[in-house]
């Protein structure tokens, strides 16, 4: 105690000191409540920063190919822009061609959101809630605040060790991580009530209703309870909303008052736009993309590289930037697929000798399957054994890894774990169209619709019936009701 007591004295003189001797000087006037800043960039530096960092963000995500989509965003971003604390910005809205749920800004006014939220989002009002609640990001300049207070702690912890001898230990080094952390992480979740505050009066002041803003808070709110379901369904932690460090306000009571508060704003009672929003997204792309393959049931499509192949039933499987992975039920047993291109003209068993550097591979055996030729055998790792196989398919390797959670199930999954290598095939003519991508339909629900009938008929792998519940704001238990208008997966 006498230590850690000793050391946030040092950190507190530290600062005063530096704060001083000029060394962390840099204030600028807070364009939304017209108090001083402590920030170490120039607005000039703040717009090269988005400048900078766009492109890479496109080349990262992609953008969503649509033209007429990508203008109703930019549209509706310009509407909440024109009544914003920093108007004279020009403001760039982008949906990215992902799945993943999520929407962010850059400095400056680079602003994007991610067709995976747009799936699940169920009005313009709510597309109006994100794209507001990232402005009021832009206006706030959180981005380059959090980013001159990293800085700032960085820079304290450099000259401190310097000028302060007991801040060179390592224990004082995780003592003043710790710190920094809490202290920056505590400090976004202020920015989130903030920004939410901001996105609600812009939504006021441009005729949209604010109640939106907390309804976009329910839908993710959703997802991250479903996403906890779904780990725990893999025997896996989920980290999410009700984390320690959660990226919304865990305090509902205030955002509810700063929602509340935005209505003095309000010049009617509101648009909410459910049906023009659902006719804007009607035939987006829904989960995977074609580029990285379609997940369809326990089966795995893609066009590109050309190859198929089947998982076990009732598995979580997971599509990754570059590999797919299956989990069994509660994480008892995974595989993990990856690819290589081959470069010499070898034998399989050389490839996970050489390439793998799999030496002593115990029970290795030549496979045959769908006209392709690979090997298979056992290898050890943490005291588990590991099935290794790879198949060839032209001028690549695909590479399979499978273990068990325990030990002792390792024979109980192996023959799964073959099914799965030897179900690996040449995309068929008649498997190209599933290959496809997954898109929204909008339909009139009738009275034989059900979302039990909807799931038997979709390609979505993991829980259909829930997330087809996500799309439409009825997770966990609500069902459809005759003659709304819905979103369906084809």
């Not at 914003?84 to 982008?94: G, I, K, M, Q």
């Not at 989960?287 to 590289?305: K, V």
Request: a neutral charge; glycine letters at 10%; aromatic letters at 8%.
């Amino acid at each position: 105690m006498n230590i850690i007591n000793t050391t946030y004295k040092s950190l507190c003189r530290l600062t005063g000191a530096l704060l001083f001797l000029g060394l962390l000087s840099g204030c600028a006037q807070n364009p939304v409540t017209g108090g001083q800043d402590f920030v170490m960039f120039s607005e000039n530096k703040e717009l090269e920063m988005g400048r900078t960092y766009h492109p890479q963000i496109v080349k990262e995500y992609g953008l969503y190919e649509d033209e007429a989509l990508q203008r109703y965003v930019q549209d509706i971003g310009q509407r909440l822009a024109a009544v914003s604390h920093r108007d004279d910005l020009v403001y760039r809205f982008t949906v990215l061609d992902s799945p993943v749920i999520n929407a962010f800004a850059l400095p400056g006014g680079y602003i994007y959101i991610t067709r995976g939220l747009m799936s699940y989002l169920n009005s313009e009002a709510e597309l109006a809630a994100v794209l507001g609640h990232e402005i009021g990001h832009v206006t706030a300049r959180h981005g380059v605040r959090q980013q001159s207070a990293a800085q700032a702690a960085n820079l304290g912890y450099t000259l401190g060790a310097i000028l302060v001898p007991g801040l060179r230990t390592a224990g004082a080094q995780d003592l003043f991580n710790l710190f920094g952390g809490a202290l920056l992480s505590g400090y976004g979740r202020e920015h989130e009530l903030e920004s939410d505050r901001l996105g609600a009066e812009y939504l006021a002041r441009s005729g949209y209703n604010p109640q939106a803003m907390i309804n976009v808070i329910g839908v993710l709110k959703d997802q991250a309870t479903f996403a906890e379901a779904e780990a725990k369904k893999q025997g896996q932690d989920y980290q999410g909303y009700h984390g320690l460090f959660a990226s919304h306000p865990d305090n509902d009571t205030r955002l509810q008052e700063v929602v509340k508060a935005a209505d003095r704003y309000k010049t009617s009672e509101g648009v909410e736009g459910a049906e023009r929003y659902l006719k804007r997204i009607d035939g987006m792309v829904f989960g995977d993309s074609e580029s990285q393959g379609i997940r369809s049931g326990r089966n795995f499509y893609h066009g590109e590289m050309q190859f198929a192949l089947s998982f076990p039933v009732n598995w979580h499987i997971q599509n990754n930037p570059s590999s797919l992975r299956a989990v069994a039920p509660q994480g008892s047993a995974i595989i993990e697929m990856g690819v290589s291109d081959l470069n010499r003209k070898q034998s399989p068993a050389e490839f996970i000798r050489d390439r793998l550097n799999i030496k002593d591979l115990k029970s290795g055996e030549p496979i045959t399957s769908n006209g392709l030729q690979g090997y298979t055998g056992l290898a050890a790792a943490q005291g588990k054994t590991v099935r290794v196989a790879v198949m060839y398919l032209r001028e690549q390797a695909f590479i399979f890894i499978a273990t068990t959670k325990a030990a002792g199930d390792f024979k109980r999954f192996d023959a799964s774990f073959r099914e799965t290598v030897m179900s690996f095939h040449a995309l068929r003519d008649d498997e190209k169209h599933l290959a496809k991508a997954q898109r929204i339909e909008v339909v009139q629900v009738s009275k034989n619709d059900s979302y039990a009938s909807w799931a038997a008929s979709t390609r979505i792998s993991n829980s259909p019936i829930q997330q087809l519940r996500l799309l439409n704001g009825h997770y966990p238990n609500d069902e459809l009701q005759p003659g709304q208008l819905a979103k369906r997966i084809r």
